[in-house]
T-cell receptor
Framework: ETGVTQTPRHLVMGMTNKKSLKCEQHLGHNAMYWYKQSAKKPLELMFVYNFKEQTENNSVPSRFSPECPNSSHLFLHLHTLQPEDSALYLC?????????????FGNGTRLTVT | GENVEQHPSTLSVQEGDSAVIKCTYSDSASNYFPWYKQELGKRPQLIIDIRSNVGEKKDQRIAVTLNKTAKHFSLHITETQPEDSAVYFCAASIDGMRFGAGTRLTVKP
């Protein structure tokens, strides 16, 4: 049990589909994050939520829409994606979105856009 | 924003040898530097971290050094074992965690 659970593990979707990724953390943390991991690229920070409030949107296209109903749950709603959006999407949590809080990652959702 | 560069991108060593991975960062205000290990098909996991008020930290076979003046930090793994084979990521934290591109370490038995 990782403490941060992501579903689904794998997702294949067409460019016209709408789908959602789910993340849940059982660590009592107050900050949650979405990262995108593509081959041979650094982990890209997408969104940061601290105490349910979005504190950072790292110039992410509007076809990615995050939702954080409470400190334990985080969603990433996807619509009209492009093939280049295929990647591993990692959710993470930390005590707070402070500068020196370690991140705890989920196992990720492997997304393929066809 | 912060920019983190990591070298080398791949590293192959013989079992028992040492491995060193180096990172540089651009924002002198960064004050927290973690290292993560990601095995194939698994999530990144924190292996060691260092804060800007410390120059060196060691945990068994793993050590991290930080040079704030030069804005670089390094991961040192001694007596490497095959199970150390993985991708290692450095990160610097200011306005959110920024990661290096990763180093694929292969330890040959």
């Amino acid at each position: 049990e990782t403490g941060v659970t992501q579903t689904p593990r794998h997702l294949v979707m067409g460019m016209t589909n709408k789908k959602s990724l789910k993340c849940e953390q059982h660590l009592g943390h107050n900050a949650m994050y979405w990262y995108k991991q593509s081959a041979k690229k650094p982990l890209e920070l997408m969104f940061v939520y601290n105490f349910k409030e979005q504190t950072e949107n790292n110039s992410v296209p509007s076809r990615f829409s995050p939702e954080c109903p409470n400190s334990s749950h985080l969603f990433l709603h996807l619509h009209t994606l492009q093939p280049e959006d295929s990647a591993l999407y990692l959710c993470a949590s930390s005590q707070e979105s402070q500068e020196n809080s370690p991140l705890h990652f989920g196992n990720g959702t492997r997304l393929t856009v066809t | 924003g912060e920019n983190v560069e990591q070298h080398p991108s791949t590293l192959s060593v013989q079992e028992g040898d040492s491995a060193v991975i180096k990172c540089t960062y651009s924002d002198s205000a960064s004050n927290y530097f973690p290292w993560y290990k990601q095995e194939l098909g698994k999530r990144p996991q924190l292996i060691i971290d260092i804060r800007s008020n410390v120059g060196e930290k060691k945990d068994q076979r793993i050590a991290v050094t930080l040079n704030k003046t030069a804005k670089h930090f390094s991961l040192h793994i001694t007596e490497t074992q095959p199970e150390d084979s993985a991708v290692y990521f450095c990160a610097a934290s200011i306005d959110g965690m920024r990661f290096g591109a990763g180093t694929r370490l292969t330890v040959k038995p």
